[in-house]
């Protein structure tokens, strides 16, 4: 079992900042892709943004596009998720997630991902 451990969240009032982060120390990074997805109390888990192996390939929500920029540094087998302009409709537990993927684009789709974190609680206040 792969472990990814999430942090960074918190509450932040509208408008502001945070960024998450996903660390994997186990796992062999360079072979997957990784994913940021979110759940809303009483809905469904939903795409955040997902970024390839190697950074080139990234893809976002339509909610949050332009506000949330993810990214990854190899080194340290760390995904980041920046998120700026927040608003109260982002609360929700952010999970990350890891896909195996040493080529192509990355899916958007929860049941391609095969490993997740524990998530993190995101609050925004009105």
């Known amino acids: 079992q792969v472990q990814l451990v999430e942090s960074g969240g918190g509450l932040v009032q509208a408008g502001g900042s945070l960024r998450l982060s996903c660390a994997a120390p186990g796992l062999t990074f360079s072979n997957y892709a990784m994913g940021w997805f979110r759940q809303a109390p009483g809905k469904e888990r939903e795409f955040v943004a997902a970024i390839s192996w190697g950074g080139s390939s990234r893809d976002y929500a339509a909610s949050v596009k332009g506000r949330f920029t993810i990214s990854r540094d190899n080194a340290r087998k760390t995904v980041y998720l920046q998120m700026n302009s927040l608003k109260p409709e982002d609360t929700a537990v952010y999970y990350c997630?890891?896909?195996?993927?040493?080529?192509?684009?990355?899916?958007?789709?929860?049941?391609?991902?095969?490993?997740w974190g524990q998530g993190t609680q995101v609050t925004v206040s009105s």
């Open positions: 997630a890891a896909q195996y993927l040493r080529a192509g684009v990355p899916s958007t789709h929860r049941a391609d991902f095969g490993s």
